[in-house]
Protein backbone atom coordinates (compact mmCIF):
# COMPACT_ATOMS: atom_id res chain seq x y z
CA UNK A 1 0.00 0.00 0.00
CA UNK A 2 2.98 2.42 0.55
CA UNK A 3 5.37 4.50 -2.37
CA UNK A 4 5.02 2.53 -5.21
CA UNK A 5 8.73 1.35 -5.74
CA UNK A 6 8.93 -0.42 -8.69
CA UNK A 7 7.82 1.81 -11.42
CA UNK A 8 10.98 2.15 -13.10
CA UNK A 9 13.21 -0.88 -11.13
CA UNK A 10 12.87 -4.55 -12.23
CA UNK A 11 15.35 -6.66 -11.36
CA UNK A 12 13.83 -10.02 -9.95
CA UNK A 13 16.63 -12.33 -10.54
CA UNK A 14 19.09 -9.78 -8.83
CA UNK A 15 17.89 -8.61 -5.75
CA UNK A 16 14.14 -9.35 -5.66
CA UNK A 17 11.45 -7.57 -7.19
CA UNK A 18 13.32 -4.12 -6.39
CA UNK A 19 16.38 -2.51 -6.00
CA UNK A 20 15.00 0.18 -3.11
CA UNK A 21 15.73 -0.01 0.48
CA UNK A 22 11.63 -0.61 0.85
CA UNK A 23 9.69 -3.71 1.15
CA UNK A 24 9.38 -5.64 -2.64
CA UNK A 25 5.91 -5.65 -1.94
CA UNK A 26 5.40 -1.73 -2.55
CA UNK A 27 4.15 -1.96 -5.98
CA UNK A 28 1.61 0.99 -5.10
CA UNK A 29 -1.62 -0.73 -4.98
CA UNK A 30 -3.05 1.75 -2.79
CA UNK A 31 -2.37 4.83 -5.10
CA UNK A 32 -3.49 2.83 -7.85
CA UNK A 33 -6.93 2.37 -6.04
CA UNK A 34 -7.38 5.60 -5.55
CA UNK A 35 -5.92 7.01 -8.60
CA UNK A 36 -9.11 5.13 -10.64
CA UNK A 37 -11.50 6.19 -7.84
CA UNK A 38 -10.56 9.80 -8.86
CA UNK A 39 -8.75 10.99 -5.98
CA UNK A 40 -6.17 14.26 -6.52
CA UNK A 41 -2.38 13.29 -6.33
CA UNK A 42 0.40 16.07 -5.46
CA UNK A 43 4.28 15.79 -6.14
CA UNK A 44 3.62 12.55 -8.39
CA UNK A 45 6.33 14.20 -11.06
CA UNK A 46 8.82 14.44 -8.53
CA UNK A 47 11.46 11.31 -8.94
CA UNK A 48 15.26 10.78 -9.18
CA UNK A 49 17.77 8.72 -10.49
CA UNK A 50 18.47 5.76 -8.26
CA UNK A 51 21.42 6.41 -6.28
CA UNK A 52 21.61 3.70 -3.89
CA UNK A 53 22.88 0.61 -6.14
CA UNK A 54 20.29 -0.67 -8.36
CA UNK A 55 20.70 -4.23 -8.78
CA UNK A 56 23.91 -3.90 -6.82
CA UNK A 57 22.20 -5.20 -3.54
CA UNK A 58 21.74 -2.22 -1.88
CA UNK A 59 19.12 -3.56 0.20
CA UNK A 60 21.82 -5.34 2.21
CA UNK A 61 24.68 -2.83 1.75
CA UNK A 62 22.87 -0.10 2.88
CA UNK A 63 21.40 -1.11 5.98
CA UNK A 64 23.87 -4.04 6.37
CA UNK A 65 26.82 -1.74 6.86
CA UNK A 66 27.94 0.98 9.23
CA UNK A 67 26.17 3.96 8.29
CA UNK A 68 25.13 7.53 9.95
CA UNK A 69 22.07 7.27 7.93
CA UNK A 70 18.54 6.30 8.42
CA UNK A 71 18.07 3.38 11.02
CA UNK A 72 21.59 3.88 11.80
CA UNK A 73 21.20 7.82 12.83
CA UNK A 74 22.78 9.16 14.95
CA UNK A 75 25.67 6.84 14.99
CA UNK A 76 29.14 7.72 15.42
CA UNK A 77 31.74 7.63 12.77
CA UNK A 78 35.28 6.95 12.73
CA UNK A 79 38.24 6.41 10.17
CA UNK A 80 40.35 3.54 10.07
CA UNK A 81 42.43 4.67 12.86
CA UNK A 82 39.86 5.61 15.13
CA UNK A 83 40.11 9.10 14.31
CA UNK A 84 36.16 10.69 14.86
CA UNK A 85 34.44 12.40 11.52
CA UNK A 86 32.81 15.53 13.18
CA UNK A 87 29.33 16.49 13.02
CA UNK A 88 27.61 19.82 12.25
CA UNK A 89 24.15 20.89 12.88
CA UNK A 90 21.83 23.33 11.15
CA UNK A 91 23.99 26.62 11.10
CA UNK A 92 27.39 24.51 10.40
CA UNK A 93 28.66 24.79 13.93
CA UNK A 94 30.41 21.70 15.16
CA UNK A 95 28.03 19.25 17.42
CA UNK A 96 30.65 18.30 20.09
CA UNK A 97 27.76 15.50 21.75
CA UNK A 98 25.38 12.78 20.70
CA UNK A 99 22.35 14.32 22.36
CA UNK A 100 22.95 17.58 20.16
CA UNK A 101 22.66 15.48 17.18
CA UNK A 102 18.63 14.61 18.02
CA UNK A 103 17.51 17.39 19.93
CA UNK A 104 17.89 20.83 18.78
CA UNK A 105 19.28 23.67 20.58
CA UNK A 106 17.00 27.11 21.76
CA UNK A 107 17.27 29.02 18.32
CA UNK A 108 17.72 26.34 16.07
CA UNK A 109 14.32 25.95 15.47
CA UNK A 110 12.99 22.18 13.68
CA UNK A 111 14.99 19.49 12.51
CA UNK A 112 13.76 18.19 9.30
CA UNK A 113 14.55 16.04 6.68
CA UNK A 114 15.26 17.69 3.18
CA UNK A 115 13.06 16.17 0.71
CA UNK A 116 14.14 16.06 -3.29
CA UNK A 117 17.35 17.32 -5.27
CA UNK A 118 18.51 19.09 -1.92
CA UNK A 119 18.31 15.97 0.04
CA UNK A 120 21.65 15.22 2.07
CA UNK A 121 23.12 18.88 1.51
CA UNK A 122 21.35 21.64 2.94
CA UNK A 123 21.68 21.37 6.68
CA UNK A 124 18.37 21.19 7.71
CA UNK A 125 19.13 18.58 10.50
CA UNK A 126 22.84 17.35 12.20
CA UNK A 127 24.93 15.47 9.77
CA UNK A 128 28.66 14.61 9.09
CA UNK A 129 30.97 17.08 7.66
CA UNK A 130 29.89 18.22 4.32
CA UNK A 131 33.65 18.42 2.97
CA UNK A 132 34.53 14.48 4.29
CA UNK A 133 36.29 13.83 0.91
CA UNK A 134 38.17 16.32 0.33
CA UNK A 135 39.84 16.32 4.22
CA UNK A 136 39.68 12.55 2.94
CA UNK A 137 42.38 13.27 -0.25
CA UNK A 138 44.15 16.13 1.56
CA UNK A 139 45.15 12.50 4.64
CA UNK A 140 42.85 14.22 7.30
CA UNK A 141 41.15 11.05 7.80
CA UNK A 142 41.63 7.37 5.93
CA UNK A 143 39.52 4.74 4.82
CA UNK A 144 37.58 2.42 5.27
CA UNK A 145 34.92 4.36 7.84
CA UNK A 146 33.39 2.79 10.48
CA UNK A 147 30.09 2.84 12.82
CA UNK A 148 31.54 3.15 15.90
CA UNK A 149 28.60 1.57 18.00
CA UNK A 150 30.90 1.57 21.37
CA UNK A 151 31.89 4.64 22.07
CA UNK A 152 28.42 5.58 21.99
CA UNK A 153 26.22 5.29 25.27
CA UNK A 154 24.30 1.97 26.29
CA UNK A 155 21.10 3.71 25.47
CA UNK A 156 21.63 5.03 21.88
CA UNK A 157 23.63 1.92 20.84
CA UNK A 158 21.00 -0.38 21.97
CA UNK A 159 18.44 2.40 20.29
CA UNK A 160 20.19 1.51 16.77
CA UNK A 161 20.95 -1.61 16.99
CA UNK A 162 18.21 -3.80 18.42
CA UNK A 163 15.37 -1.81 18.09
CA UNK A 164 15.89 0.32 14.75
CA UNK A 165 18.30 -2.54 13.15
CA UNK A 166 16.33 -5.16 13.83
CA UNK A 167 12.65 -4.03 14.66
CA UNK A 168 11.94 -1.89 11.09
CA UNK A 169 10.82 -5.01 9.39
CA UNK A 170 13.52 -5.28 6.45
CA UNK A 171 16.25 -5.13 8.82
CA UNK A 172 15.44 -8.18 10.77
CA UNK A 173 17.94 -9.96 8.03
CA UNK A 174 20.80 -7.76 8.84
CA UNK A 175 20.16 -8.02 12.61
CA UNK A 176 19.79 -11.71 12.45
CA UNK A 177 22.76 -12.43 10.10
CA UNK A 178 25.54 -9.99 12.24
CA UNK A 179 24.29 -11.16 15.45
CA UNK A 180 24.99 -15.13 14.16
CA UNK A 181 28.09 -14.60 12.78
CA UNK A 182 29.00 -12.77 16.24
CA UNK A 183 28.82 -9.22 15.99
CA UNK A 184 28.70 -7.36 19.32
CA UNK A 185 27.76 -3.91 19.06
CA UNK A 186 29.45 -3.29 22.86
CA UNK A 187 32.92 -4.32 21.08
CA UNK A 188 32.41 -4.20 17.77
CA UNK A 189 32.85 -1.44 14.63
CA UNK A 190 30.87 -1.93 11.61
CA UNK A 191 32.70 -0.89 8.13
CA UNK A 192 30.75 1.33 6.25
CA UNK A 193 30.55 0.86 2.14
CA UNK A 194 30.26 2.69 -0.71
CA UNK A 195 27.89 2.18 -2.80
CA UNK A 196 27.42 1.60 -6.63
CA UNK A 197 25.56 3.89 -9.11
CA UNK A 198 22.51 2.11 -10.75
CA UNK A 199 21.84 1.40 -14.18
CA UNK A 200 20.76 4.79 -16.59
CA UNK A 201 16.66 5.59 -16.17
CA UNK A 202 16.34 3.89 -12.92
CA UNK A 203 14.64 6.19 -10.89
CA UNK A 204 12.55 6.58 -7.55
CA UNK A 205 9.46 8.14 -6.45
CA UNK A 206 10.24 11.31 -4.04
CA UNK A 207 7.30 11.25 -1.84
CA UNK A 208 4.22 11.58 -3.79
CA UNK A 209 0.96 10.57 -2.82
CA UNK A 210 -2.68 11.72 -1.74
CA UNK A 211 -3.24 15.44 -1.47
CA UNK A 212 -5.67 15.39 2.12
CA UNK A 213 -6.87 17.72 4.83
CA UNK A 214 -5.21 17.99 8.59
CA UNK A 215 -7.68 15.11 9.47
CA UNK A 216 -6.02 13.32 6.46
CA UNK A 217 -9.21 12.80 4.23
CA UNK A 218 -8.34 12.73 0.44
CA UNK A 219 -10.17 14.97 -1.85
CA UNK A 220 -12.84 12.38 -1.70
CA UNK A 221 -14.95 12.44 0.62
CA UNK A 222 -15.02 9.38 3.39
CA UNK A 223 -11.42 8.06 1.89
CA UNK A 224 -8.88 8.76 4.70
CA UNK A 225 -5.40 7.92 4.33
CA UNK A 226 -1.86 7.36 6.43
CA UNK A 227 1.67 6.88 5.82
CA UNK A 228 2.85 6.68 2.64
CA UNK A 229 -0.26 7.06 1.01
CA UNK A 230 0.31 10.56 1.94
CA UNK A 231 2.14 12.93 0.19
CA UNK A 232 5.38 13.69 1.85
CA UNK A 233 4.71 10.81 3.81
CA UNK A 234 8.09 9.08 5.19
CA UNK A 235 9.61 6.93 7.84
CA UNK A 236 8.05 4.86 10.93
CA UNK A 237 6.99 7.88 13.55
CA UNK A 238 5.16 9.74 10.80
CA UNK A 239 2.99 6.37 9.57
CA UNK A 240 2.12 5.48 13.28
CA UNK A 241 1.48 8.97 14.17
CA UNK A 242 -0.84 9.33 11.11
CA UNK A 243 -2.22 5.44 10.98
CA UNK A 244 -3.70 6.68 14.40
CA UNK A 245 -5.00 10.40 13.44
CA UNK A 246 -6.32 9.28 10.48
CA UNK A 247 -8.18 6.53 12.04
CA UNK A 248 -9.52 8.17 14.28
CA UNK A 249 -11.14 10.69 12.29
CA UNK A 250 -12.34 8.29 9.93
CA UNK A 251 -14.44 6.50 12.77
CA UNK A 252 -15.99 9.91 13.66
CA UNK A 253 -16.42 10.67 10.28
CA UNK A 254 -18.60 6.66 9.92
CA UNK A 255 -20.90 8.27 13.24
CA UNK A 256 -22.41 11.24 10.79
CA UNK A 257 -22.74 8.87 7.65
CA UNK A 258 -25.68 6.01 6.89
CA UNK A 259 -24.94 2.76 5.83
CA UNK A 260 -24.50 2.54 2.08
CA UNK A 261 -25.74 -0.23 0.19
CA UNK A 262 -22.77 -1.90 -1.84
CA UNK A 263 -22.83 -1.84 -5.46
CA UNK A 264 -23.22 -5.44 -6.63
CA UNK A 265 -22.04 -4.46 -10.31
CA UNK A 266 -19.03 -2.93 -9.45
CA UNK A 267 -17.95 -6.03 -6.90
CA UNK A 268 -18.64 -8.28 -10.00
CA UNK A 269 -17.00 -6.51 -12.12
CA UNK A 270 -13.54 -6.15 -10.11
CA UNK A 271 -13.80 -10.25 -9.01
CA UNK A 272 -14.14 -10.68 -12.57
CA UNK A 273 -10.69 -8.26 -13.31
CA UNK A 274 -8.90 -9.62 -10.31
CA UNK A 275 -9.41 -13.65 -10.94
CA UNK A 276 -9.00 -12.96 -14.85
CA UNK A 277 -5.15 -14.33 -14.83
CA UNK A 278 -5.90 -17.18 -12.87
CA UNK A 279 -8.86 -18.54 -15.21
CA UNK A 280 -6.36 -18.40 -18.25
CA UNK A 281 -4.18 -21.78 -19.05
CA UNK A 282 -1.94 -19.62 -21.31
CA UNK A 283 -0.48 -16.11 -21.69
CA UNK A 284 1.87 -13.80 -20.12
CA UNK A 285 3.64 -14.37 -17.07
CA UNK A 286 3.82 -11.25 -13.83
CA UNK A 287 7.69 -11.39 -14.09
CA UNK A 288 7.56 -10.09 -18.33
CA UNK A 289 4.95 -7.30 -17.99
CA UNK A 290 6.65 -6.23 -15.39
CA UNK A 291 9.55 -5.61 -17.26
CA UNK A 292 8.33 -4.23 -19.85
CA UNK A 293 6.31 -1.71 -18.06
CA UNK A 294 10.12 -0.55 -16.30
CA UNK A 295 11.17 -0.28 -19.91
CA UNK A 296 9.08 2.10 -20.49
CA UNK A 297 9.13 4.07 -17.85
CA UNK A 298 12.71 3.93 -18.24
CA UNK A 299 12.78 5.14 -22.15
CA UNK A 300 10.05 7.60 -21.77
CA UNK A 301 10.11 8.98 -18.68
CA UNK A 302 13.30 8.42 -17.22
CA UNK A 303 16.46 10.26 -17.16
CA UNK A 304 15.62 12.66 -19.73
CA UNK A 305 12.00 13.63 -20.37
CA UNK A 306 10.46 15.54 -22.94
CA UNK A 307 6.52 15.77 -23.90
CA UNK A 308 7.15 13.62 -27.21
CA UNK A 309 8.62 11.11 -25.02
CA UNK A 310 6.08 10.74 -22.66
CA UNK A 311 3.08 10.96 -25.08
CA UNK A 312 5.08 8.08 -26.94
CA UNK A 313 4.94 6.40 -23.12
CA UNK A 314 1.49 6.91 -22.33
CA UNK A 315 0.51 5.53 -25.83
CA UNK A 316 3.27 2.00 -24.54
CA UNK A 317 1.49 2.13 -21.49
CA UNK A 318 -2.11 1.98 -23.01
CA UNK A 319 -1.38 -0.78 -25.42
CA UNK A 320 0.61 -2.69 -22.59
CA UNK A 321 -3.09 -2.52 -20.97
CA UNK A 322 -5.20 -3.02 -23.54
CA UNK A 323 -3.10 -5.93 -24.89
CA UNK A 324 -0.31 -8.32 -23.09
CA UNK A 325 -2.09 -6.95 -19.89
CA UNK A 326 -5.35 -8.94 -20.97
CA UNK A 327 -3.33 -12.18 -21.30
CA UNK A 328 -1.92 -12.14 -18.15
CA UNK A 329 -1.74 -15.62 -16.32
CA UNK A 330 -1.15 -17.17 -13.29
CA UNK A 331 -1.07 -20.65 -11.74
CA UNK A 332 -1.16 -19.97 -8.05
CA UNK A 333 -2.13 -17.28 -5.51
CA UNK A 334 1.61 -15.92 -5.44
CA UNK A 335 1.56 -15.40 -9.04
CA UNK A 336 -1.60 -13.85 -9.05
CA UNK A 337 -0.91 -11.29 -6.50
CA UNK A 338 1.99 -10.31 -8.00
CA UNK A 339 0.32 -10.18 -11.40
CA UNK A 340 -2.26 -7.75 -9.46
CA UNK A 341 0.76 -5.63 -7.95
CA UNK A 342 1.36 -5.71 -12.13
CA UNK A 343 -1.74 -4.37 -13.10
CA UNK A 344 -1.46 -1.45 -10.32
CA UNK A 345 2.02 -0.31 -11.60
CA UNK A 346 1.03 0.44 -15.20
CA UNK A 347 -1.95 2.61 -13.17
CA UNK A 348 0.47 4.86 -10.82
CA UNK A 349 3.35 5.00 -14.39
CA UNK A 350 -0.12 6.78 -15.87
CA UNK A 351 -0.55 8.91 -13.16
CA UNK A 352 3.45 9.77 -13.02
CA UNK A 353 3.75 10.46 -16.53
CA UNK A 354 0.49 12.74 -16.49
CA UNK A 355 1.79 14.71 -13.24
CA UNK A 356 5.31 14.96 -15.50
CA UNK A 357 3.43 16.40 -18.62
CA UNK A 358 1.59 18.87 -16.56
CA UNK A 359 5.00 20.75 -14.82
CA UNK A 360 6.10 22.90 -17.99
CA UNK A 361 9.14 23.95 -16.05
CA UNK A 362 12.35 22.37 -14.56
CA UNK A 363 12.34 22.19 -10.97
CA UNK A 364 15.45 20.92 -8.71
CA UNK A 365 13.80 20.97 -5.68
CA UNK A 366 11.74 18.12 -7.04
CA UNK A 367 14.60 16.52 -8.76
CA UNK A 368 12.54 17.11 -11.81
CA UNK A 369 14.46 18.00 -15.52
CA UNK A 370 12.97 18.24 -19.08
CA UNK A 371 15.52 18.55 -21.84
CA UNK A 372 12.53 20.69 -23.92
CA UNK A 373 12.81 23.38 -21.12
CA UNK A 374 14.38 26.21 -22.58
CA UNK A 375 13.20 28.73 -19.99
CA UNK A 376 11.98 28.35 -16.16
CA UNK A 377 8.32 30.25 -15.43
CA UNK A 378 9.33 31.77 -11.64
CA UNK A 379 5.96 30.63 -10.69
CA UNK A 380 5.98 26.71 -12.03
CA UNK A 381 8.34 26.26 -8.66
CA UNK A 382 5.61 28.01 -6.29
CA UNK A 383 3.17 25.68 -6.67
CA UNK A 384 2.01 21.96 -6.15
CA UNK A 385 0.27 20.57 -9.22
CA UNK A 386 -2.61 18.30 -8.62
CA UNK A 387 -3.81 15.10 -11.03
CA UNK A 388 -6.65 13.20 -10.74
CA UNK A 389 -8.54 10.87 -13.05
CA UNK A 390 -12.11 11.28 -13.87
CA UNK A 391 -15.28 9.16 -14.18
CA UNK A 392 -15.03 9.23 -18.30
CA UNK A 393 -11.20 8.75 -17.91
CA UNK A 394 -10.14 12.46 -18.77
CA UNK A 395 -6.98 13.61 -16.71
CA UNK A 396 -7.46 16.66 -14.59
CA UNK A 397 -4.70 18.70 -13.35
CA UNK A 398 -4.56 22.14 -10.98
CA UNK A 399 -2.34 24.50 -8.96
CA UNK A 400 -2.12 24.26 -6.04
CA UNK A 401 -0.15 26.83 -3.84
CA UNK A 402 2.92 25.16 -1.97
CA UNK A 403 1.23 27.36 1.50
CA UNK A 404 -2.55 26.30 0.89
CA UNK A 405 -1.82 24.43 4.15
CA UNK A 406 -1.73 27.33 6.42
CA UNK A 407 0.75 28.61 9.42
CA UNK A 408 2.46 25.18 10.35
CA UNK A 409 3.26 26.58 13.80
CA UNK A 410 -0.07 28.37 14.43
CA UNK A 411 -2.04 24.47 13.61
CA UNK A 412 0.97 23.15 15.49
CA UNK A 413 -0.20 24.45 18.54
CA UNK A 414 -4.10 24.47 17.83
CA UNK A 415 -3.45 20.45 18.16
CA UNK A 416 -1.43 20.35 20.91
CA UNK A 417 -4.31 22.44 23.07
CA UNK A 418 -6.59 19.91 21.78
CA UNK A 419 -4.27 16.90 22.70
CA UNK A 420 -3.77 18.33 26.65
CA UNK A 421 -7.82 18.55 26.51
CA UNK A 422 -8.05 15.26 25.06
CA UNK A 423 -5.69 13.44 27.81
CA UNK A 424 -7.36 15.34 30.75
CA UNK A 425 -10.93 13.95 29.41
CA UNK A 426 -11.99 17.40 28.59
CA UNK A 427 -12.59 16.96 25.06
CA UNK A 428 -15.92 15.72 23.63
CA UNK A 429 -16.64 14.10 20.30
CA UNK A 430 -18.84 16.69 19.16
CA UNK A 431 -15.57 18.93 18.90
CA UNK A 432 -13.54 16.84 17.09
CA UNK A 433 -16.87 16.86 14.81
CA UNK A 434 -16.75 19.75 14.04
CA UNK A 435 -13.36 20.04 13.23
CA UNK A 436 -14.07 18.22 10.89
CA UNK A 437 -13.92 19.45 7.10
CA UNK A 438 -17.13 20.31 5.90
CA UNK A 439 -17.79 19.24 2.60
CA UNK A 440 -20.78 20.55 1.62
CA UNK A 441 -19.46 24.17 2.14
CA UNK A 442 -17.84 25.41 -1.12
CA UNK A 443 -15.18 27.38 0.58
CA UNK A 444 -11.51 28.33 -0.32
CA UNK A 445 -10.51 28.32 4.02
CA UNK A 446 -10.36 24.58 4.07
CA UNK A 447 -6.38 23.91 5.13
CA UNK A 448 -4.75 20.94 3.52
CA UNK A 449 -1.65 19.85 5.05
CA UNK A 450 1.62 17.62 3.78
CA UNK A 451 1.98 14.25 6.02
CA UNK A 452 5.39 16.24 7.17
CA UNK A 453 3.52 18.39 9.69
CA UNK A 454 0.43 16.16 10.37
CA UNK A 455 2.21 13.99 12.39
CA UNK A 456 2.63 16.66 14.97
CA UNK A 457 -0.46 15.93 16.61
CA UNK A 458 -0.25 12.35 17.24
CA UNK A 459 4.05 12.16 17.49
CA UNK A 460 3.20 14.05 20.99
CA UNK A 461 1.47 10.71 21.91
CA UNK A 462 3.38 7.99 20.45
CA UNK A 463 6.72 6.68 18.62
CA UNK A 464 8.93 8.43 21.18
CA UNK A 465 12.20 6.32 21.79
CA UNK A 466 13.92 7.88 24.16
CA UNK A 467 16.05 11.19 23.15
CA UNK A 468 16.58 9.97 20.03
CA UNK A 469 13.17 9.95 18.72
CA UNK A 470 12.08 12.59 20.47
CA UNK A 471 14.59 14.72 19.43
CA UNK A 472 13.96 14.14 15.98
CA UNK A 473 10.10 15.22 16.60
CA UNK A 474 10.62 18.44 19.13
CA UNK A 475 9.01 21.26 17.68
CA UNK A 476 9.68 24.82 19.16
CA UNK A 477 7.38 26.15 21.52
CA UNK A 478 8.80 29.51 20.82
Given at each position: ?5 R ?80 W??K ?57 D ?49 A ?13 H ?145 A ?27 S ?68 I ?23
Amino acid sequence: MATPERIWIFSSEHTGLVGRDGPPTNAGNGFAMAYRAGARFLRMEASSHEEWGGSTGIHSTMFGSGSNFAIWYPCSIVDSKGKIIPWIGKNGIPIESVSERVIPKDGQGVFSLVLGGAEGKSPAMPQLIPDLDERIKNGEYSLPLYADLPAMSKHERRAIFGLMVGQEGHTWPVYRNLTRAGFDPDKDLLQSYEMADAPFGWRRLRYGGLLHDWNLQSSIEGLFAAGQQLFDGIGIAQASSTGRWAGECAALYTETIGVAEPDRTQIDHEKQRIYAPVRRDEGINWKELAAGVAKVMQDYCGDKKTDELMKIGLVYLSEINEAEAQTLCAKNPHELMRAIEVLDIISCSELIIHACMARKSENPWLSFKRLDCKANNPYDGEKWISVKKTKDNRIETDDVPLDYAGDIFENYHFWKKKLAADAAGQMEKEEYRRALPNRNEKSTTTKYQTAGFIIIKNLLLCCRRSNLIEGMIWMSDK
